[in-house]
């Protein structure tokens, strides 16, 4: 069990029978009556984010959750294909499921999925990945000093702002917990 005090974002806690994850938190103190804790939490069964509010030193529940690295395979319709990298068993995940982290995941790439009893759930990408730029208009040589941005689609459909020199075909790192470009892979 998880006491308020141990609340950060990222924490995983089960309320009545449901996986949640902690978005945002903030310890209050007014003047009159006892603490509490705001909290926004994603369920993360549906993806929807919900307030709550915990008395201080409340205790909640930790909720069973297993994480399992997977290969990536394929998109079909709406539904993710994952593939157990030990037993070779495979496993379908909504687009509700994935959320986001669909901007970022390339065939064959390996992702830990998460379960909750037993039922997949979600996944955790890495924090960061190597894409390459489908997209984009043609690059500016030597023009590396500068700030300067312009619009390119990654293989994965994700449009994000890269500097001016990269061009298509080649391979950048993204972060995936900002959704934003790091730097381009040497050798593409």
Same mark, same amino acid.
């Given at each position: 069990?998880?006491?308020?005090?141990?609340?950060?974002?990222?924490?995983?806690?089960?309320?009545?029978?449901?996986?949640?994850?902690?978005?945002?938190?903030?310890?209050?103190?007014?003047?009159?009556?006892?603490?509490?804790?705001?909290?926004?939490?994603?369920?993360?069964?549906?993806?929807?984010?919900?307030?709550?509010?915990?008395?201080?030193?409340?205790?909640?529940?930790?909720?069973?959750?297993?994480?399992?690295?997977?290969?990536?395979?394929?998109?079909?319709?709406?539904?993710?294909?994952?593939?157990?990298?030990?037993?070779?068993?495979?496993?379908?995940?909504?687009?509700?499921?994935?959320?986001?982290?669909?901007?970022?995941?390339?065939?064959?790439?390996?992702?830990?999925?998460?379960?909750?009893?037993?039922?997949? &759930?979600?996944?955790?990408?890495? /924090?960061? $990945?190597?894409?390459?730029?489908?997209?984009? *208009?043609?690059? !500016? #040589? +030597?023009?590396?000093?500068?700030?300067?941005?312009?619009?390119?689609?990654?293989?994965?459909?994700?449009?994000?702002?890269?500097?001016?020199? &990269?061009?298509?075909?080649?391979? /950048?790192? $993204?972060?995936?917990?900002?959704?934003?470009? *790091?730097?381009? !892979? #040497? +050798?593409?």
């Amino acid at each position: 069990m998880y006491d308020t005090s141990r609340f950060r974002k990222g924490l995983k806690i089960e309320i009545e029978g449901k996986p949640y994850e902690i978005v945002d938190f903030l310890h209050v103190k007014p003047g009159k009556g006892g603490a509490f804790v705001r909290t926004k939490l994603r369920n993360m069964l549906n993806g929807r984010v919900i307030d709550n509010t915990f008395r201080a030193g409340e205790k909640v529940d930790r909720p069973d959750l297993l994480e399992r690295q997977m290969q990536y395979l394929y998109k079909e319709v709406d539904n993710y294909c994952l593939m157990d990298n030990e037993t070779y068993e495979q496993f379908f995940l909504s687009e509700e499921q994935i959320g986001g982290s669909r901007w970022f995941l390339a065939e064959n790439e390996t992702v830990d999925v998460m379960f909750f009893n037993e039922k997949p &759930i979600g996944i955790e990408l890495p /924090i960061f $990945v190597e894409l390459s730029v489908a997209d984009t *208009v043609p690059g !500016v #040589k +030597g023009d590396t000093a500068s700030k300067t941005t312009k619009p390119a689609t990654l293989e994965t459909g994700a449009v994000m702002p890269v500097p001016l020199f &990269i061009n298509v075909g080649d391979s /950048i790192k $993204v972060d995936t917990r900002t959704g934003k470009y *790091v730097e381009r !892979v #040497k +050798g593409s």
